[in-house]
């Protein structure tokens, strides 16, 4: 059964930069589309970026497009979410997930709240504060 972990969670200032990880185990990596969900405090679900599993098609949340970036190592079974000049509005506790799609990239927080992803992580806090 796939397992995700993520990990790279921490403080940064407004402007700085972070790197996520997020490792699998007990599957390869390689045959999963890979995204990443992000819920702030009080509010609900967002999701972020995604890969997809061959063609490496990458899908963001127009809200981090040309601020973060998504890649994959499939050989490490792990997938990244570079994050540059982060925003406070960043700050939440962000979570990857599996599935066979990256669609879901695109509903909205009140779809999306209800979405079923194949597996998904216990996820890692980011802090944008000054």
């Known amino acids: 059964q796939l397992q995700l972990a993520e990990s790279g969670g921490g403080l940064v200032q407004p402007g700085g930069s972070l790197t996520l990880s997020c490792t699998a185990s007990?599957?390869?990596?390689?045959?999963?589309?890979i995204g990443w969900i992000r819920q702030a405090p009080g509010k609900e679900r967002e999701g972020v970026s995604c890969i997809m599993s061959r063609g490496g098609n990458t899908n963001y949340t127009d809200s981090v497009k040309g601020r973060f970036t998504i890649s994959r190592d499939n050989a490490k079974n792990t997938v990244y979410l570079q994050m540059n000049s982060l925003k406070s509005e960043d700050t939440a506790v962000y979570y990857c997930?599996?599935?066979?799609?990256?669609?879901?990239?695109?509903?909205?927080?009140?779809?999306?709240?209800?979405?079923?992803?194949?597996?998904w992580g216990k996820g890692t806090t980011v802090t944008v504060s000054s």
């Open positions: 007990g599957y390869a990596l390689e045959n999963y589309a």
């Open positions: 997930a599996a599935d066979r799609y990256c669609s879901w990239v695109g509903l909205s927080p009140g779809a999306l709240k209800w979405y079923g992803w194949d597996s």
